[in-house]
């Protein structure tokens, strides 16, 4: 039963770190994009007292489309990093925070396109991949 206890209690803290995480760089992808394309002034806010959600603060003379898709690209790179780790059940947290970073740009992608399938298809897509990733990192763990 401690077993139990300590696998639920591992899993729990890592789900946390790596929601954190990836919230993180995907702000981050935003700001480092946005300076990159000439912003004068590029902020990731992850905590905010004021606001339910981190976002990113850009003051930008021109409008960059290109800054929506950078925070899709950091979480995956950092996703990918992952499977550099030599045993499994590490490899399949690749799943979960490509799945998460997708899913955290389902916003991104209405703000881009303008259309509501592809912020739910991002939704959808993400979640089921965060899940199956969870499923996989959890069945692995179990068998070892």
């Given at each position: 039963?401690?077993?139990?206890f300590?696998?639920?209690?591992?899993?729990?803290?890592?789900?946390?770190?790596?929601?954190?995480?990836?919230?993180?760089l995907?702000?981050?992808?935003?700001?480092?994009?946005?300076?990159?394309?000439?912003?004068?002034?590029?902020?990731?806010?992850?905590?905010?007292?004021?606001?339910?959600?981190?976002?990113?603060?850009?003051?930008?003379?021109d409008?960059?489309?290109?800054?929506?898709?950078?925070?899709?690209?950091?979480?995956?790179?950092?996703?990918?990093?992952?499977?550099?780790?030599?045993?499994?059940?590490?490899?399949?947290?690749?799943?979960?925070?490509?799945?998460?970073?997708?899913?955290?740009?389902?916003?991104?992608?209405?703000d881009?396109?303008?259309?509501?399938?592809?912020?739910?298809f991002?939704?959808?897509?993400?979640?089921?991949?965060?899940?199956?990733?969870?499923?996989?990192?959890?069945?692995?763990?179990?068998?070892?």
């Open positions: 039963m401690k077993s139990l300590r696998s639920i209690s591992s899993m729990i803290l890592i789900n946390i770190l790596i929601i954190l995480s990836t919230i993180t995907h702000e981050l992808g935003h700001a480092l994009s946005g300076k990159l394309l000439g912003c004068a002034q590029a902020k990731a806010v992850i905590y905010d007292t004021e606001s339910a959600n981190p976002y990113t603060e850009l003051v930008c003379y409008k960059v489309d290109k800054m929506y898709l950078s925070g899709l690209a950091l979480t995956t790179l950092f996703g990918i990093s992952f499977l550099t780790f030599d045993d499994k059940p590490n490899r399949y947290l690749s799943i979960v925070i490509i799945g998460f970073g997708i899913f955290l740009s389902s916003l991104d992608v209405f881009l396109t303008g259309y509501n399938f592809f912020k739910y991002f939704m959808i897509f993400g979640l089921i991949s965060f899940i199956i990733g969870q499923i996989l990192y959890g069945l692995e763990k179990s068998l070892e």
